[in-house]
């Protein structure tokens, strides 16, 4: 890695931190019209931020390196670090004093849609510092869609680019239409948050909180501007279907929706990782449904409501909640416990392991029983009607395998902090995984992670970053190889 190439990173690096210093003055604004002492803290964080990042970026102005895998990486991971540390800082200045520890996992939790708080009191909270909460999460879920659109795919540690399923003939050429997707990929996506809110705001809920909400639904992100989530609309049924549909929306691949909307692609639809995703939130949603008529005698809509409700946030990675679930029973705690790990769609704001890799998974495992009865068969591994190389075989297992090992230090540096075992185990999953709510008293549904100590949160923090960049693109920076000629 030269130094033109790492100059040239902490460039990009820098413009965005300009332009997330220009939306600090969107809370500002917010605070502004509610009359709230706060808006001083995003105005001189926007001028701190904005400044910081000007200089910076005067600074490192150059030619642009040669486009490489290895700049590629070290651009994610520089981008994603910036963007966190950036936008910890309205956190640290504001009314609430929080701790630099404090303020940067409520920063990382936000920019990679995990939704896991440290923040007790949200309903007395700054406006603006909830409205912050919420752009964050809207901003990462775009920065999301791109993650696993444009630059996972291409660095060759997963994800179905939209380039691939549109046409192989431009599959050596991805970038020569990347203006004309960004556009649409921006305006589907926040057409689809204005629905959102709307539907909201139709339902009952009010504006501030239907506008909030609708940007951390469609971003999976599940920032909410109360400490009970939705357990607030528990009693508004349509409430919670609107959230479960556009979450469910958060979880499907824009590449898909692009070709759908914008080129009236319908055989797109039938993309196979959208009915793998589908099909396990049906599936929990109705047990669990029938589970809760027959064990606690709830009402079969309300059960319904309620399971479909928890399952697709949990299954999406957004963190809403509509009850304790950990209350439902022993099959409905562990059936979450399961959901935690699955995701959506390679390409959507959703993070997990994701379906597609299910399905290459199993066919590997299906492909590995045949070939114990017939050695000598050979027979490609397969995603719907194309096949899968073996480079994206690779890729699946190096991640799964990955996720797994991390998941396991990550559990046992969280013991060590004096953390139960429920704590740690599913505390460092929901971080991988960027859920957001993990299980037990602390950090369960109705908890949160304010009383962890601030080792935990630096571990947590750095989990969240691993699981959404994927984990090996963090990994691979790591490696001398990486910083060898």
Sequence with gaps: MNRTAIRAAIHVAAVFAIYLSAAMLIPAAVDLYYRS?????????????????????????????????????LLVNLLWLTLAIAGAVPFMASSLSMSVADSFFESVSGITTTGSTVINGLDRAPPGLLLWRSLLNFMGGLGVIAL?????????IGGVSYFKIESSDIEDRPFERFQTFAVSMIGIYTLLVFLCAVCYAAAGMGGFDAVNHAMS??????????????ARYAETPAILW?????????????????????????????DPQIRVFAGYCIAFSV????????????????????????????????????????????????CLFVATFLGGCSGSTTGGIKAYRFLVLFELMGNGLRRLIYPNTVQPVRYGDRTINEDMQRSVVLFIAAFFVLWAITTILLSATGLDLITSMTGSLTAMTNVGPGMGEIIGPVGNFSSLPDTAKWILSAAMLLGRLEILAVFVIFTPTFWGR
């Design 37 to 73: 002492k706060d808006w001083h803290v995003f105005a001189f964080s926007s001028l701190f931020m904005g400044g910081l990042a000007m200089a910076v970026a005067l600074a490192t102005r150059g030619r642009p390196p040669q486009a490489t895998t290895r700049f590629g990486f």
């Design 148 to 156: 696993g659109l444009f630059f996972l795919p291409f660095l060759n």
């Design 217 to 230: 639904t469609l971003a999976t992100g599940g920032m909410s501007t109360h400490d009970t989530s939705f």
């Design 242 to 270: 609107i959230a479960s549909i556009f979450m469910f929306i958060g979880g499907l691949p824009f590449s898909i929706m692009i070709l759908f909307i914008v080129r009236g692609r319908t055989d797109a639809l039938r």
């Design 287 to 334: 047990m669990v449904a029938i589970y809760l008529r027959v064990n606690l005698g709830m009402p079969f809509f309300d059960a319904l409501t309620h399971s479909t409700f928890n399952f697709v946030s949990i299954i999406t990675t957004t963190g809403f909640a509509s009850d304790d679930y950990t209350l439902w029973g022993p099959f409905a705690v562990a």
